[in-house]
């Protein structure tokens, strides 16, 4: 798991040492996200299935596509599709992936890279490994997250955000033990480099065998943890934690995770992806690929799609690998 790294995790800035009067955040289910497939076939997990929207606010959906190690010609995409009313949060950890939006907009990410596009008001986009890829094949590995937009920025331009991993701020434990990785918002002080509508906090963190990890949380953020690879607890009664698995906490200041001593041979640490954010509290209508406030307006969104105002697909294109399927 090539997430950007370093050498030495003790040159990094240290969280504080949390007092005894903090108020830790109790776990209030643990799901497992059920297994499908995306795009034009490759391999994802539900990460939020099963989980009320209310719990999530203000996220939608969270997809862990793969991890999945292609032949030579197996490397898979999604096609052309539309997106409204929120924003796509695309966090490669293994591979290489391309991304073009009707916008303009564009780019590649890889290793520890993360592709922000807010679609507002609307646009087409596509996302497909890169010809050489297809070709070699490889390990493909990373997550899409949506981020609701609140109705007053529903209709905003689309904007696109292309953050390299390099660009994360970097922090550890006071005993070393933990790599986190701040992509967006802020964890005691130290400031992601993700611009976003709405006020959340997104992190990686790598968590070694056998230690623990007690962060800081702003009190007025919902708190999602989800297990990229490795077993462990959260919470301080110790809940276990596994690969697929999703922790959704109740209200507190800062939670608590503890990697087990011993791992499996492909997962050698626990590999978390927190999600935090201020809930909006809106209506939500949400049906493919809109996120709206009403039933109405989802229809005036198909609509438009289907008139061509949410933009066409640009004459040189990213080639993709066949078929008609779409993120929902």
Known sequence: MPAITVDDVLVLPRLPKLDESTTYRPVRRVTTAPSGYEGEGFPVRRAFAGVPLTELDPFIHLDQMGEVDYAP????????????????????????????DSQGGGGTITDGDTQWMTAGSGLLHIEAPPEHLVTSGGLFHGLQLWVNLPRAAKMNPPRYQDIRGRESALLTTPDG?????VIAGEIAGHQGPGSTHTPITIAHVTLQPGAELSLPWRPDFNALVYVLAGRGT???????????QLAVHGPGDALRFTADAKQDSNAPALELYLMGGQ??????????????????????????????????????????????????
């Open 73 to 100: 010609g197996e490397p898979k995409g999604t096609a052309w599709h539309p997106h409204r009313g929120f924003e796509t949060v695309t966090y490669m950890i293994d591979g290489i992936m391309d991304h073009q």
């Open 279 to 328: 809930p909006i509290r809106e209506p939500v209508a949400h049906y493919g690929p809109f996120v709206m406030n009403t039933r109405d307006e989802l229809i005036q969104a198909f609509e438009d799609y289907q008139a061509g105002r949410l933009g066409v697909i640009p004459a040189e294109r990213l080639p993709h690998t066949g078929g008609e399927g779409s993120r929902p």
């Open 234 to 244: 959260v919470g301080t009664d110790r809940r276990p934690i596994h690969l697929g």
């Open 177 to 181: 033990g933990a790599l986190i990785r």
